[in-house]
């Protein structure tokens, strides 16, 4: 099967990937053009509907505008500009001013100042005043424009050098002797190699083996919903149904180990698909409105089968500890996903090969896994500090369980009270903790 590309940038460009890439079979391109940078995240979205596994982008700009906006985790990549776009540039001046050439003097944006200087010394190029500017996201493709307009206006440079087409465009309207930078073959070449790779590991990784363990914690106490034995088999049987279904929509095979365990055997991806990058458990969904039961649901990763069912089983017991229907997930290599849940998910390691933390921490009555699940939260909440409330609130604890783990690592010298804050309304004021 061949890896779906969505090139994103302006059409000349898009048409040039495209081209080259017709030597690499394993890939399949779908072009997504826009006349302005700013066109890119919408079209970034329309590739992703589109199911595109890789978005490439013919530069930097497009690719610094749709990567802060985060709206996939999909890999993306762009085609370089430095080096070789930069000497594409000179030789095309050059061939526009033969004869004697007095020192460049000239205006760049998107390559940095020292990479230019050190590509004209190479070249052993001789230039004058040059001056760069980086491309802030946050700005628009006319703040570019405005920049090499006002120094060519002083006369302080002869010509401009950009990376953006609307800006190239707009700076050759205003008859500003300008140069635009667009990528070489090779740097083409270089990015659709580094794509193949990139997407032959996601592939790997996707395909890696998941198990899914499902229990129904509270089953020996079916006889408080309904004395009936008759009833209670056919809410087995109603949950048995939903179970099938679930691994039927995820090509899943599966195994009922017992009356209240139950066994699926899947892959990465369809689980990353079911659950929208580990946002919800629809199963969970299904059960929690038909079914008075308390389930719990562990997915591990692995490399082995045998990693894999230990990784379940033990996500398992997350699961069963946090409470009534939630679902964790242990990654392949330890990292702790859970409860499947957007607002209260956290992600974390249960262990840690920092030294000096495990030294600090060999006197204290604290696992790492605890000091890693309080870091998440405060990550998080994009917070260096916390209070016992928000620690409760995060992690769905009693405020005594949070006060303790707080106190515990206070006296361990791993975190210090940093000052307190007024709740809303009326109470006592609430310690402010931080790590050191």
């Known amino acids: 099967m061949k890896q779906k590309i969505g090139v994103i940038g302006p059409i000349d460009l898009t048409a040039e990937i495209i081209e080259v890439g017709q030597k690499y079979p394993q890939l399949s391109f779908t072009s997504y053009s826009y006349e302005n940078e700013q066109e890119a995240l919408g079209l970034a979205r329309k590739a992703i509907r589109n199911k595109m596994e890789t978005l490439l982008f013919t530069g930097p700009i497009p690719y610094q505008i749709v990567k802060q906006a985060q709206i ?45 200087v050190e590509s004209l010394k190479e070249c052993s ?64 070449k270089e990015a659709l190699r580094f794509a193949i790779l990139q997407g032959d590991s996601l592939r790997f990784q996707k395909a890696q083996l998941c198990v899914g363990i499902v229990e129904i914690t509270n089953w020996n106490q079916m006889d408080q919903y309904s004395p009936s034995e008759y009833e209670q088999q056919r809410m087995l049987l109603g949950f048995t149904q939903q179970f099938v279904d679930f691994c039927e929509e995820i090509k899943a095979s599966m195994k009922i180990e017992k009356e209240n365990r139950f066994t699926f055997y899947t892959n990465k991806g369809s689980i990353e698909e079911v659950t929208q990058g580990y946002k919800s458990m629809p199963l969970l969904e299904n059960i929690k409105e038909k079914f008075p039961f308390h389930v719990g649901i562990g997915l591990g990763y692995g490399y082995s089968a045998n990693e894999a069912q230990k990784n379940g089983e033990e996500a398992l017991k997350y699961a069963v500890y946090h409470g009534h229907n939630q679902c964790f997930v242990i990654l392949e290599d330890g990292k702790v996903i859970g409860p499947l849940d957007e607002e209260r998910k956290l992600e974390y390691y249960p262990k840690t090969e920092n030294a000096e933390l495990i030294a600090r921490m060999q006197d204290s009555n604290i696992s790492i896994g605890s000091i890693n699940r309080v870091s998440a939260v405060m990550d998080k909440r994009g917070r260096d500090t916390i209070t016992v409330n928000q620690l409760a609130e995060e992690l769905n604890i009693t405020l005594r369980s949070a006060r303790r783990i707080l106190s515990r690592l206070v006296e361990s010298n791993l975190m210090e009270v940093v000052g307190e804050e007024q709740p809303a309304g009326p109470g006592r004021p609430r310690q402010v903790f931080k790590f050191i």
């Open 72 to 116: 996939s985790d999909i890999p993306m990549r762009y085609v370089s500009y430095s080096g070789t776009g930069f000497y594409k540039v000179l030789i095309e001046y050059f061939k526009d001013h033969s004869g004697p050439h007095k020192p460049l003097n000239f205006s760049i944006d998107t390559l940095s100042y020292s990479a230019v």
């Open 125 to 188: 190029i001789n230039y004058g005043t040059i001056y760069a500017q980086d491309y802030e996201v946050e700005e628009q493709p006319a703040f570019l424009v405005d920049f090499h307009l006002k120094l060519y206006k002083e006369n302080k440079i002869d010509f401009a050098i950009t990376s953006l087409t609307s800006a190239y465009q707009k700076l050759k309207e205003m008859n500003v002797p300008v140069y635009r930078i667009t990528p070489t073959q090779s740097s083409i």
